[in-house]
């Protein structure tokens, strides 16, 4: 038995560095495998869930300078899994050569919620309205968060702009006395802040677009998310909403992906309250929203993302099928392991089962289960019918009961 | 940097070990990384295409006893990339515990054309007239030859029922001068002989059946396939010959593989003359002929067979387009390499690309293109141009002027 060492002297002149090695990675690899394209991955175990499948891994974490400069000398470009990267470490490595897709600029914005608000803002692009504080002293945090309840009332919401304290990083405010706390807190944890109004959220929909360094571009269909306790449950294509805000979604993260001059794939999730329709959050890279793209649509966000940061044609992103559902995988309070659990979940018509080689805890994003057809209730309960078989908790408002009929998951 | 080792002490429950690394190993890599399953690759090279991007790689021969029991050591279930194998070095392995999928007898069937023939028309199942001669003198092979002529007349095929000499497995004779010689020259190399009809064929079908332990089986439907000079060139679905030739074929196939007791996928190419459907050849593993069931199908034929090789639900085999189109992709004749030409390729609408990771040279099969869609010219043409851009040469009979009005390929 030998350890394998696919990458040798001969570099591939298309192969894909990517820092960081979860789902993202792994889902990357797969359609790389297809479209003969050479991966390695940086990651911080070996047996992270991009690693185990990766042709090439580097261990090492996303912020050490040793291990990035030895994934970048092993490819052509380099992209990203995750956010948590050091910015000004990845402009040296551009200084010294490497190719970074997207640029760390655009991984900033993402990022940096203040920032990303204020750009977005800056560009008329419809986002809840806000205060950017960062760092500042508990005074001034409180002033600015009482500017914008002068313009708005309460409650308000104060959001980390990067990482949080105490495990959290959103805290909903509902007078002074608690703005007080909250702006004391961060000041003393040197968490940087930004306040927004409580936007009386309706639905959730989010929309990935990719797009190459010569701003060509394209969408996939925007999606509704169902969000339960912060996490999201459920992507439905089409939403419930109509094509309208389906459309005006599309147009919103269009303009995003330019704003932030995004090389790859950029996930845009919106709020949808009343007639509005705001920005919450952006991720410069694959996200879960747009897993119902890999067997719902003709070119998934992985490929399509590896096409962008190797400068190749963007695929067609039309679906292949009128209604698609995607579940996530959560583990379940028995912490069982999915795998074992395949035989009910495959049993269930045309779920497509995607588990990422994850040890199984409570609560923990395992897999994904996407169901296409031409029945949007359908497609939902079959969705959940696999999950749940995986171990899934199915949260209230789901309703498994076989007529059909269910029941709109709980959003937010 | 670090080698990565990814299969420790802890030998996953699900893992596959795949004797044999090509293209039909990679894609099934790529299906069980979707499924979170493991696999571990048995490969001749570490180059090969299927130990480019499976987690685990065993260098060694197919036939060597150590190598073969390393792979089986790391996994709870082998099973084949090729029908190259030693049936009684896997016997051996199977007295020392190893669970072997398909079964060695079913390999050995698929093997050996002598075999095959005779155990399928036993079971009455239609293949062209033929004798079995095996391993026989000169003299003992001419009579059986001249026997089977006093039947059907000349010409004839002789073919190697296993390997072959010069080369070659195929000998068409024209008459008994013709028949010694093939005769002679297959007892000196000891090369077993089948003799056959030489079959007037119209069109060439295949089918892929997945079939469980239990007997339970699904199967794609039925295919036309293009041949051009002995090569597979195109697959089509549905064929031009209408629904019912093609569920004669599905039925003919699912016989065979209870015939064959196959588990895992099972392929069967058929001749169509007149109106006659007759078994040709049959192969216990993936298949070129079913590579369009990627995106083509809900379930592709590599998940499907990892399914049916751990004893799990098979899925659903039903079409997810009306029409589908593969064209191989053929290294040119300036053996440049695909991937350096995915540019041209990727901006074919709809083409799925799959490149195989293989070193260019003219002939060899290094990847495939996928179209789905509901035209059949329109999916042919596409996937025809395409597998051009890659440096694919297209035989006389296939027109990509682009009025869509392409010609039959050229069929054998």
Redesign the interface.
């Known amino acids: ?6 990458i040798d002297g001969d570099t ?3 192969s894909v560095g990517i820092v960081g090695a979860g789902q993202l990675a ?1 889902m990357m ?2 359609a790389a ?6 991966v390695v991955v940086l990651a911080e175990a ?2 992270d869930p991009g ?9 090492g974490a996303p912020d050490d300078p040793t291990a990035l400069r ?1 994934l970048a000398g ?1 490819c052509s470009v380099l992209t990203f899994d995750h956010e948590q990267v050091d910015v000004d470490l990845l402009r040296s490595l551009e200084h010294e050569g490497a190719v970074v897709r997207p640029d760390p600029a655009t991984l900033d914005m993402a990022v940096d919620k203040g920032e990303m608000r204020r750009r977005l803002a800056e560009a008329g692009i419809p986002v809840p309205a806000h205060r950017v504080i960062g760092k500042a002293s508990a005074t001034d945090a409180l002033a600015a968060i009482a500017d914008l309840a002068s313009d708005h009332g309460w409650p308000l919401v104060v959001k980390a702009a990067r990482g949080g304290y105490d495990g959290k990083g959103v805290w909903p405010v509902e007078d002074l006395a608690d703005a007080s706390r909250v702006a004391r807190r961060a000041s003393d944890a040197g968490t940087p802040l930004v306040v927004e109004e409580m936007v009386a959220i309706d639905a959730e929909l989010a929309v990935v677009v990719a797009r190459r360094a010569d701003g060509s571009a394209v969408s996939w269909p925007a999606v509704e998310t169902i969000q339960v306790d912060g996490l999201c449950r459920e992507v439905r294509y089409p939403g419930t909403l109509g094509p309208d805000l389906a459309r005006r979604a599309g147009e919103v993260a269009r303009s995003v992906a330019d704003v932030a001059e995004a090389v790859g794939v950029l996930a845009v999730e919106l709020f949808v309250s009343g007639d509005r329709l705001l920005v919450n959050e952006v991720a410069a890279r694959p996200h879960n929203s747009a897993h119902w793209t ?1 067997e719902g649509a ?1 070119t998934s966000q992985f490929e399509n993302h590896l ?1 962008a940061v190797l400068d ?2 963007l ?2 992103t039309e679906p ?2 009128p209604c698609v559902a995607t579940v996530n995988v959560l583990g379940g309070a028995e912490g069982a392991d ?3 659990r ?2 009910p979940a ?2 269930v ?2 779920a ?6 994850k040890a199984p805890r409570p609560g923990r994003k395992l ?1 994904h289960v996407t169901v ?1 057809g031409d029945d949007s209730d359908d497609v939902r309960l079959r969705a959940w019918t696999a999950a749940r078989a995986l171990g899934t908790p199915v949260p209230s408002g789901v309703d498994l009961s076989g007529s059909g009929a269910t029941a709109r998951g709980g959003a937010a």
């Open positions: 038995v030998t350890a394998r060492e696919p591939p002149i298309h792994r690899c797969e495998s297809a479209l003969g394209i050479g070996a047996g690693a185990l499948v990766a042709p090439a891994v580097v261990v030895a092993l890999i003709t096409r190749l044609p695929g067609s292949t099928a999915p795998v074992k395949l035989v495959l049993r018509p045309g497509h089962v995607h588990l990422y080689g897999g296409c």
